[in-house]
């Protein structure tokens, strides 16, 4: 099993530009989410999903849109980047449809927004 | 909000020598994870506790979980150069889906 896999690594944007993150899993769980890494800050939700279909908001959603329309796969995209969303993001998963068990994180995806 | 705060934020320990870390809760927790980062990589489950005043042991690492469910601390004996990192705890509210993160305690080691 690949476990948790995130692209891309790096990303640099332009602020006002947009795109997708991705986050695939393959061991078939079915909670999957986004957080958000700051210095100083430690990690905040920004969305995550029980289950295909279904999605929910997490701390910080603002800017940020989520679709699972598959088990594995769970993209998160920024709308229209800011300087704000300089981040590390990733991306975590669990067997089971709620956050009380252990998440398997991704390698993160370090993002610069100028 | 729920917040879940973590003291101290660094900490700096001479290898061989204890520390303690403490996480504290704003609400009741179902249950409490630890998690740890090594510089540039990505949070890697350590433990769960769930019930009232349960305590646990990796090795040298020490877990306890508050009676109230509101706390929670990491204890490590004989600090080692491979103890370098950041330690998380994470908490959802009791019955919630929302897993919550505090801020983390930044362990620096000196040989």
């Known amino acids: 099993n690949a476990g948790v896999t995130q692209t891309p690594k790096f990303q640099v944007l332009k602020t006002g530009q947009s795109m997708t993150l991705q986050c695939a899993q393959d061991m078939n769980h079915e909670y999957m989410s986004w957080y958000r890494q700051d210095p100083g800050m430690g990690l905040r939700l920004i969305h995550y999903s029980v289950g295909a279909g279904i999605t929910d908001q997490g701390e910080v959603p603002n800017g940020y849109n989520v679709s699972r329309s598959t088990t594995e796969d769970f993209p998160l995209r920024l709308l229209s980047a800011a300087p704000s969303q300089t981040s590390v993001y990733f991306c975590?998963?669990?067997?089971?449809?709620?956050?009380?068990?252990?998440?398997?994180f991704g390698p993160g995806t370090r993002l610069t927004v100028t | 909000g729920q917040q879940v705060m973590q003291i101290p934020q660094y900490q700096h320990v001479q290898e061989g020598e204890d520390f303690t870390t403490y996480c504290n809760s704003s609400t009741t927790l179902s249950n409490i994870q630890w998690y740890k980062q090594r510089p540039g990589g990505h949070p890697v489950f350590l433990i769960q506790?769930?019930?009232?005043?349960e305590v646990k042991k990796q090795k040298r690492l020490t877990f306890q979980f508050g009676e109230a469910k509101k706390n929670s601390s990491l204890h490590i004996t004989a600090t080692q150069t491979t103890d370098v990192g950041t330690y998380f705890c994470?908490?959802?509210?009791?019955?919630?889906?929302?897993?919550?993160f505090g801020g983390g305690t930044r362990v620096l080691v000196k040989p």
């Open positions: 975590a998963s669990t067997p089971r449809p709620t956050s009380s068990y252990e998440q398997y």
């Open positions: 994470a908490g959802p509210k009791a019955a919630g889906n929302k897993l919550t």
């Open positions: 506790l769930v019930k009232s005043g």
